[in-house]
T-cell receptor, first 111, second 115 residues
Framework: GDSVTQMEGPVTLSEEAFLTINCTYTATGYPSLFWYVQYPGEGLQLLLKATKADDKGSNKGFEATYRKETTSFHLEKGSVQVSDSAVYFCALNQAGTALIFGKGTTLSVSS | DGGITQSPKYLFRKEGQNVTLSCEQNLNHDAMYWYRQDPGQGLRLIYYSQIVNDFQKGDIAEGYSVSREKKESFPLTVTSAQKNPTAFYLC??????????????FGSGTQLSVL
């Protein structure tokens, strides 16, 4: 079945460092891909999405490009802030089904 | 403000007891979902509903039950058959539930613990 694999965390960075969180997927068809973020004690919020190959999703300085040839959707940010500390989830969605999530990657940014 | 409301925020279950988690949305969304979150395991789908009076099992439906009698409500019952219920439970909704590019809106979750 369809699945999402994320890099294991936690990821610990200093403020202004470059961030990459790897995400690869397995799916039949042409899924849409998402990154959601969860701040402590809260539900998830959509960070960005891409609906077809070569699309780039972006929001709040975060970017991810839908790479069909490598089945990847890696999350990047050029300069992280302390306020970016959260758990990040990669997810995919096929038509007629519910969202499938990866296991999440915890990011901790220190000043 | 439109959104999803989950209650209670914290819930404790005694051995052999059924408990019900509430989820209400005023977004006029057709589809609603229940996910279970455990540390290091991400989110796993319990049940989802794309229309009133209809719902489908997710990956880990055993020991849980749901109902969808009203569009805005999707309560989850954790039965005594669920032997390891301690987890963070998240409810979500989406506008239609059938499209691939739909955004999910999440509630703030309920932490269930066993006494």
């Amino acid at each position: 079945g369809d699945s999402v694999t994320q890099m294991e965390g936690p990821v610990t960075l200093s403020e202004e460092a470059f961030l990459t969180i790897n995400c690869t997927y397995t799916a039949t068809g042409y899924p849409s891909l998402f990154w959601y973020v969860q701040y402590p004690g809260e539900g998830l919020q959509l960070l960005l999405k891409a609906t077809k190959a070569d699309d780039k999703g972006s929001n709040k300085g975060f970017e991810a490009t839908y790479r069909k040839e490598t089945t990847s959707f890696h999350l990047e940010k050029g300069s992280v802030q302390v306020s970016d500390s959260a758990v990040y989830f990669c997810a995919l969605n096929q038509a007629g089904t519910a969202l499938i999530f990866g296991k999440g990657t915890t990011l901790s940014v220190s000043s | 403000d439109g959104g999803i409301t989950q209650s209670p925020k914290y819930l404790f279950r005694k051995e052999g007891q059924n408990v019900t988690l509430s989820c209400e949305q005023n977004l006029n969304h057709d589809a609603m979902y229940w996910y279970r979150q455990d540390p290091g395991q991400g989110l796993r789908l319990i049940y989802y509903s794309q229309i009133v009076n209809d719902f489908q099992k997710g990956d880990i439906a055993e020991g849980y039950s749901v109902s969808r009698e009203k569009k805005e409500s999707f309560p989850l019952t954790v039965t005594s058959a669920q032997k390891n219920p301690t987890a963070f439970y998240l409810c979500a909704s989406s506008l239609l539930g059938g499209a691939t590019n739909e955004k999910l809106f999440f509630g703030s979750g309920t932490q269930l613990s066993v006494l």
